[in-house]
Structure formats: structure tokens, C-alpha cells
């Protein structure tokens, strides 16, 4: 009778059941966060560059058959759509580092840098999308790239840094008539 008592007493789980269960979730979600984290910033990144697209033609059309971009920068305060957020003090990314555009120092034509972009997945989805505009030039980081460059050179220079995964980068748009 004694051995029937004890085989019918349920029996919990021990604190070592649940720190393996722990310790495997914990190496779960330690694949699966930095690919969502990832792709989160990769789509915000590809939502700025649509919006920076906008906005260079919204410059276009108002400075068409000038030869002066004088006040490019208030242009671009004023017209920066979503998801920039306009601030008294100027127009932020979804990052949230200032934007500046501004008269180009030489030529005719304009510029517009565009800070905090996270290295990887996220710079090379916002050059995809700036490409699709007619800037003339892209300077990420130090590496200066044109239109016409192959997807191979963006990637590259958009490459995460393995010692450095939280590198970021700043992108420099020209545009010249």
C-alpha cells in the first residue's frame, strides 16, 4: 500500500529543470533578437531614405532653372516629411542625429548629410533606396561612391564591423547641376 501512495504523489519540477529551460531560452532569444533589432533598424533606415528622397524633390522642383540653392537648408526644414521629426532646432532621423542640408561649398548644388546609420543590414537598404534618386555622389564614412557603382561597392562600403557591432556611419548626398 505504502509503494502506491508514493507513485500516485505528483512530483514538481526542481529549480535545476528550471534554470535549463532558462538558459535555453536565454539562447534562443540571444539568435533571434539582433536579427529582429536588425531588420527594425534596416526598415527605419529605408523609411528615412524615402523621405530624403522626397524632400530632394520637393528642392528640385522649387530651385528648377536656378543657379543658386541660397536657403536650401530652410527648404528642407520646412518640407521634411515623416518620419523626420522636425524640431525648432532643426530636422532629426529616426536615430535621432540631425540632418543637415545645405549649399554645396563647391559648384552648384546642394548637400545633405545623414549621421547615426547603423553599419550592415540598415546602410546598405538606405543607399539602395538613395540610389533610386539622381544624387551624384554618396560619401559613407570615408568611401565616396557614385550612382553608377556597383551594388558590391555599397555593400562594402556599408560592412559591419565584426569588432565594432555597434559601429555607426555618416552619409554625405551630393547633388550637382
Known amino acids: ?3 502506491t501512495l508514493r507513485s500516485s504523489v505528483k ?3 526542481t529549480l535545476v529543470e528550471f534554470m535549463v529551460v532558462g538558459v535555453l531560452i536565454a539562447i534562443a532569444l540571444s ?3 539582433p536579427k529582429f533589432l536588425g531588420n527594425k533598424d ?3 533606415a529605408t523609411a528615412d531614405a ?3 528622397n522626397s524632400v530632394k524633390a520637393n528642392i528640385d522642383g522649387q530651385y528648377q532653372g536656378q543657379l543658386t540653392f541660397d536657403g536650401v537648408d530652410e527648404v528642407f526644414n520646412d518640407t521634411a516629411p515623416e518620419p523626420l521629426k522636425k524640431t525648432t532646432s532643426g530636422v532629426y532621423n529616426i536615430f535621432k542625429k540631425k540632418i543637415v542640408f545645405k549649399k554645396a561649398t563647391s559648384g552648384i548644388g546642394y548637400t545633405g548629410t545623414y549621421p547615426g546609420l547603423p553599419k550592415g543590414e540598415a546602410c546598405v537598404k538606405f543607399m539602395e533606396q538613395l540610389k533610386t534618386s ?4 554618396f560619401k559613407v564614412g570615408t568611401v565616396t561612391l557614385k550612382t553608377t ?3 558590391n561597392k555599397f555593400t562594402t562600403a556599408c560592412k559591419k564591423d565584426p569588432s565594432n557591432p555597434k559601429a555607426v556611419v555618416s ?3 551630393n547633388y550637382l547641376i
Request: proline letters at 4%; a negative charge; zero cysteines.
Open 1 to 3: 500500500m505504502k509503494n
Open 11 to 13: 512530483r514538481g519540477f
Open 31 to 33: 539568435q533571434i533578437l
Open 42 to 44: 534596416a526598415s527605419n
Open 50 to 52: 524615402v523621405a530624403i
Open 134 to 137: 539622381d544624387w551624384n555622389t
Open 149 to 151: 557603382d556597383t551594388p
Open 171 to 173: 552619409v554625405e548626398m
